[in-house]
């Protein structure tokens, strides 16, 4: 069974930063996309940032030049870094999964719980 645990939300002032961490767990061979998304009370689910793992990266208009995707494939662990976060950004973050592959079976998508983002003074 394949799981993913979101960490490293929180707090923070505007104009501060956090690093979010997901890490998938299972006995995993290999995951295409690892993602980010995030919803806000009262909104809709909307796109954060995506990373392949050849490296493509895709980011929301909304965040570029303010948050970098990474991931380390080996560990099968993606990351977030928010810089100059904003008001606009609080919401509950949720980490993303496509094509996972193990060695039974292989899995189209997979969702994280969430963690929780406040950006306030």
């Known amino acids: 069974q394949v799981q993913l645990v979101e960490s490293g939300g929180g707090l923070v002032q505007p104009g501060g930063s956090l690093r979010l961490s997901c890490a998938a767990s299972g006995s995993i061979f290999s995951i295409d996309v690892m993602g980010w998304y995030r919803q806000a009370p009262g909104k809709q689910r909307e796109l954060v940032a995506t990373?392949?793992?050849?490296?493509?990266?895709n980011y929301a208009d909304s965040v570029k030049g303010r948050f970098t995707i990474s991931r380390d494939n080996a560990k099968n662990t993606v990351y977030l870094q928010m810089n100059s976060l904003k008001p606009e950004d609080t919401a509950v973050y949720l980490c993303?999964?496509?094509?996972?592959?193990?060695?039974?079976?292989?899995?189209?998508?997979?969702w994280g719980k969430g963690t929780l983002v406040t950006v306030s003074p």
């Open positions: 993303n999964a496509r094509g996972v592959r193990t060695a039974e079976t292989y899995v189209m998508e997979y």
């Open positions: 990373l392949t793992s050849g490296g493509t990266t």
